[in-house]
């Protein structure tokens, strides 16, 4: 039981949540951009959280089902088409057999996420489903989606029959033009003047189109070092606002290197990388320092949210 790519779109690859425990031994965490449309779109389709997803970046692609499933949409909105009918996102959707899925260009944002009812089915690699990221093996866990792919995925006895989908408002933050994103002070801060840190705050920045999974670059005035020391290699994570010599800002992202020598002048707090993974090349944000108990409210407050999603959905599906 698969679905088949037709064709590929511009960055299609698998994702769970990501890998963990072997960043030491040289492997990236991987893991989706945008971790709430991922978990989301599993618990729209009653998956387990961790369950294989697919993530397509900006430009989706089109996918051929040979057999009936139950699928969700989740993320940036790339006007689905089911056989060239618009579809619902956020909502459980049957896909028959000989339905073609397509995925145009998104409207908004950057990453959109395809739950399968049962999920991709793919092995374990270290622990994760998720794409393995600068190795020469072959395999579709170790590139992204090429035309002519087959995915194996879970038949199913459920369909999707009912009306009920969640509110496209949960993915408002995909829309947001120039968000506030949430930081940390990192812990070479006091490698940086008093002028540097006032000024990543004071100045928007920009993403730069040399941006990708691995990192994204910033534009905007450069920040000074007064230590130029250099500092040891040492561990790295999703958010970590690295500066090289250039004073040009580096956000870490989800397929960043595990190590790293830069100075880190701060952390991205983990609820706001959804917003920066959805910013594209040439939309700016600014930066708010905020403490770490600020910085677990708001963790706090994200997972509530999901917890009660997910209560609403189970509920859905019971009355189906």
């Known amino acids: ?65 040979d057999t009936d499933c139950v699928i969700a949409v989740t993320g940036a909105d790339m006007q689905a088409e089911i056989n060239e009918k618009g579809i619902q996102l956020g909502k459980a959707i049957t896909l028959r057999a000989g339905d073609t899925l397509k995925f145009k260009a998104a409207k908004f944002g950057v990453y959109s996420y395809l739950a399968v009812q049962g999920g991709i089915l793919v092995n374990n690699i270290l622990g994760s489903k998720a794409l393995v990221v600068r190795t020469n093996n072959k395999g579709i866990q170790f590139r992204r989606l090429k035309t002519g ?51 990543l705050e004071s100045q928007p920045w920009t993403i730069s189109n040399n941006s990708n999974r691995m990192g994204y670059r910033l534009e905007g005035e450069k920040l000074n070092s007064i230590n130029k020391a250099q500092l040891h290699t040492e561990g790295t994570s999703f958010g970590a606002i690295q500066v090289p010599a250039n004073g ?42 905020i403490s770490l108990e600020e910085a677990i409210n708001f963790y706090k407050k994200e997972q509530e949210k999901l917890v009660k999603l997910k209560h609403f959905i189970d509920l859905k599906w019971k009355e189906a």
Do not use: C
């Open 1 to 65: 039981m698969s679905l088949t790519v037709i064709e590929d779109g511009l960055y299609t690859s698998i994702q769970d949540v990501g890998r963990t425990g072997y960043q030491a031994y040289g492997f990236s965490k991987s893991g989706p951009m945008d971790y709430f449309s991922m978990q989301l779109a599993n618990y729209i389709v009653q998956n387990k959280p961790n369950d294989a997803v697919l993530e397509m970046s900006l430009i989706g692609p089109t996918l051929y089902a």
């Open 149 to 199: 792919d087959t995915l194996n995925i879970a038949t199913t006895s459920e369909y999707a029959t009912s009306s009920w989908y969640v509110a496209t408002d949960i993915f408002h933050y995909v829309r947001k033009k120039q968000p506030i994103i949430h930081y940390m002070r990192g812990p070479q801060a006091d490698w940086f003047d008093k002028q540097a840190l006032l000024q």
């Open 248 to 289: 040009k800002p580096i956000v870490l992202m989800a397929d960043a290197q595990p190590t790293g020598g830069y100075p880190k002048i701060g952390q991205i707090i983990k609820t706001d990388l959804k917003i920066l993974a959805q910013l594209r090349p040439g939309e700016s944000f600014r930066l708010k320092e």
